[in-house]
């Protein structure tokens, strides 16, 4: 297995996504955690697999000096366009997250890794690069296609064979992650290098919700109880991914 980077398709399927409900409670969630976490002054940010930009360009109108590292041409492209429409400025780098080290040359107050680690081949490797690219009293901001989500999902739709087996990674070239994380897992993983100083879920009733309901409801209401529940004991771990900020140890 190797890792997954996007073509034109997956570009288009990322439009998609960010034009309608899932995309918008997903900013929402990420945005308002990052809201409680960061300091009021600029920071210098990177953005690892930054994809089309959203979040980055959210950071950039607040003030904040971006890069975006994106190792998907269709992508990055796009992230650029959606910049000079905003009339934002930011720098803009076609590497994958291997390449970095070798092309950054000073750690970033924030660094952003977002649905990035459930397409790699081993996921868990990338976390020592993160934390070398963190400064010593910055933040890490990761969000990641939460395992026990998926298994809900599929128990849910009575997918039984498929949880017997045990299996599940996305067919091969679908838009389904091939690595979703247990978050158990990616926690050990992570206590050597980072604190992590919030949880959130992104998106813990929506995608539970049948279809109808999800047409009826008003995006404004659906964003406000995604966020009202967010971090619930209950709940939090249901998100489809899951939003933590971490601090480098």
Known sequence: MSD??????????????YGGAKGAIRLAVLQADLKESLPQRRLRVLDIGAGLGHMSLWLAEQGHDVTLAEPAAPMLEGA????????????????????LLGQLTEPYDLVLCHAVLEWLAEPHAI???????????????????????????????????KM????????????????????????????????????????????????????????DALVEMELAHRRHPAFAGLGRYLHWVCRPL
């Open 127 to 161: 976390l020592p690069v993160l934390h070398q690219l963190t400064a010593s009293g910055g933040w890490l901001s990761l969000a990641f296609y939460n395992r026990d989500a998926l298994i809900y999902r599929n128990l849910l739709k009575g997918h039984f064979r």
């Open 80 to 99: 650029r366009q959606r910049f000079a429409d905003a009339g934002q400025t930011g720098t803009f780098i076609q590497a994958s997250w291997q390449e």
């Open 4 to 17: 997954r980077h996007f073509d034109l398709l997956a570009t288009r399927f990322a439009e998609k996504i």
């Open 164 to 219: 017997r087996k045990n299996d599940m990674a996305g067919e091969k070239q679908s838009l389904t992650p091939q690595q979703p994380l247990d978050p158990r897992e990616l926690a050990q993983a992570m206590q050597a290098l980072w604190q992590v100083e919030s949880h959130s879920g992104v998106r813990v009733f929506h995608d539970y919700m049948p279809v109808e309901f999800q047409a009826r409801a008003e995006l």
